[in-house]
């Protein structure tokens, strides 16, 4: 088992900043790759990036390139989601996810609670 607690989340301006955090703790943290996705009020869940199990590859939705980074400490079991530029359309509760090959929309083996981010136009 592998337990994911986010952290970070609340109420920006648009066009402000902020940072998730999300904590691992069980299984080797390294041996997962990790993700974030998000779901806002009536929409399916998006996905929003991944990160592979050293850091060295990641990926992003069209809708945060350049806008969002993901990234990843291992010594610390945590990974992390930098979002500068943040929109309106950025409001949703974001989850952190793990999974032993990748993480996709519809492929994770572990989820968190979810964090709330509200960006205030």
Excluded: H
Excluded at 14 to 28: E, K
Excluded at 60 to 84: E, H, P, W
């Amino acid at each position: 088992q592998v337990q994911l607690v986010e952290s970070g989340g609340g109420l920006v301006q648009a066009g402000g900043s902020l940072r998730l955090s999300c904590a691992a703790s069980g299984r080797t943290f390294s041996n997962y790759a990790m993700g974030w996705l998000r779901q806002a009020p009536g929409k399916e869940r998006e996905f929003v990036a991944r990160i592979n199990w050293s850091g060295g590859s990641t990926y992003y939705a069209d809708s945060v390139k350049g806008r969002f980074t993901i990234s990843r400490d291992n010594a610390k079991n945590t990974v992390y989601l930098q979002m500068n530029s943040v929109k309106p359309e950025d409001t949703a509760v974001y989850y952190c996810a793990a999974d032993r090959v990748r993480v996709t929309t519809t492929r994770a083996e572990y989820w968190g609670q979810g964090t709330q981010v509200t960006v205030s136009s």
